[in-house]
């Protein structure tokens, strides 16, 4: 049985899915966008800015599952443009601990609301 989790502290999902499932030893995070979740807008600065609201929407839903970033076992990571990889791991460092999750990081043409980075995570109870 699954269980859908939501929080008011990172942003509503935008379409017909969860902020993430609750799928017993498993939780799968939908992917976040860098969005005020009390403003629903893209946060204002460069790829750093959103890489941190991204990871603080992130880590809002682990903790109204009860977990931390140190339960994510496997990141994938959207990007828009390759040369900011250096900045965006940069950021995304700051929030983890080793051993680290396994990770993919992946260029695509286009994300929601033109931002430069999305994120999501599986994470084990």
Not at 19 to 33: E, K, P
Not at 80 to 104: H, S, V
Not at 111 to 122: A, F, N, T
């Amino acid at each position: 049985m699954v269980k859908a989790i939501h929080t008011n502290n990172a942003p509503q999902a935008i379409g017909p899915y969860s902020q993430a499932i609750d799928a017993g030893d498993l939780v799968f995070v939908s992917g976040q966008i860098p969005l005020n979740p009390e403003t629903m807008e893209v946060v204002e600065g460069d790829i750093a800015k959103q890489t941190e609201q991204v990871m603080n929407n992130l880590q809002a839903v682990l903790t109204e599952a009860g977990l931390s970033f140190a339960n994510v076992v496997k990141f994938t990571i959207y990007i828009t443009n390759m040369d900011d990889f250096a900045t965006i791991n940069e950021a995304y460092a700051k929030f983890l601990k080793e051993p680290y999750p396994a990770r993919a990081t992946v260029e695509v043409s286009k994300l929601p609301k033109g931002v430069g980075v999305e994120m999501d995570v599986i994470a084990k109870k």
